[in-house]
T-cell receptor, first 110, second 113 residues
Framework: GESVGLHLPTLSVQEGDNSIINCAYS??????FIWYKQESGKGPQFIID?????DKRQGQRVTVLLNKTVKHLSLQIAATQPGDSAVYFC?????????FGAGTRLTVKP | ETGVTQSPTHLIKTRGQQVTLRCSSQ?????VSWYQQALGQGPQFIFQ???????GRGNFPPRFSGLQFPNYSSELNVNALELDDSALYLC????????????FGPGTRLTVL
């Protein structure tokens, strides 16, 4: 079965609000955890990654948090915009074997 | 800088046939990975090529095979097609030391009838 999974298949937020997308993993051997965004009709697009020995990493409007105690990963998007509407995947890199979860569809309401 | 391109965009085959999908990697990228994405699912790793050699493989049978050429472009070949092979096939390129940051092509939609 999948070693990464997402808590919710869909998430709807108001434009300007913050979004939090969650992911659980089971494999403690992961070297990195990665977030990708996939818009309709396109391939996934890299957002941010975090090494397994880190707790937090920030990018432009995004923050990834890693809680190794409960094997939980989250992606926080600040001031969500309509262009953020997409499917978000968490993935884990285990010795260059990239394993993706099933995805959460984020819908941003105007 | 040219992004990752894939051809064809759509393809219809019948069960038992063979198919070849093509990918041109982003300029300067030496690593190519192939994924299968079923509808409503995340991409599933098929295999990775680095310097023309297979450098990792997911849980796919041997009838899924690939090639990487000296210019880093790549092919995915699938023999003896099955109905369950119907999916979006994604190619992604990266640098070997920046594997997390893969650049994906738009995919080839394969339908097996």
């Amino acid at each position: 079965g999948e070693s990464v999974g997402l808590h919710l298949p869909t998430l709807s937020v108001q434009e300007g609000d913050n979004s939090i997308i969650n992911c659980a993993y089971s494999n403690s051997a992961s070297d990195y955890f990665i977030w990708y965004k996939q818009e309709s009709g396109k391939g996934p697009q890299f957002i941010i990654d975090i090494r397994s020995n880190m707790d937090k990493r920030q990018g432009q409007r995004v923050t990834v948090l890693l809680n190794k105690t409960v094997k939980h990963l989250s992606l926080q998007i600040a001031a969500t915009q309509p262009g953020d509407s997409a499917v978000y995947f968490c993935a884990e890199n285990i010795n260059n074997d990239m394993r993706f979860g099933a995805g959460t569809r984020l819908t941003v309401k105007p | 800088e040219t992004g990752v391109t894939q051809s064809p965009t759509h393809l219809i085959k019948t069960r038992g046939q063979q198919v070849t999908l093509r990918c041109s990697s982003q300029s300067g990228h030496n690593t190519v990975s192939w994924y299968q994405q079923a509808l409503g699912q995340g991409p599933q790793f098929i295999f990775q090529y680095y310097r023309e050699e297979e450098n990792g493989r997911g849980n796919f049978p041997p009838r899924f095979s690939g090639l990487q050429f000296p210019n880093y472009s790549s092919e995915l070949n699938v023999n003896a097609l099955e109905l369950d092979d119907s999916a979006l096939y994604l190619c992604a390129s990266s640098l070997q030391n920046s594997y997390n940051e893969q650049f994906f092509g738009p995919g080839t939609r394969l339908t097996v009838l």
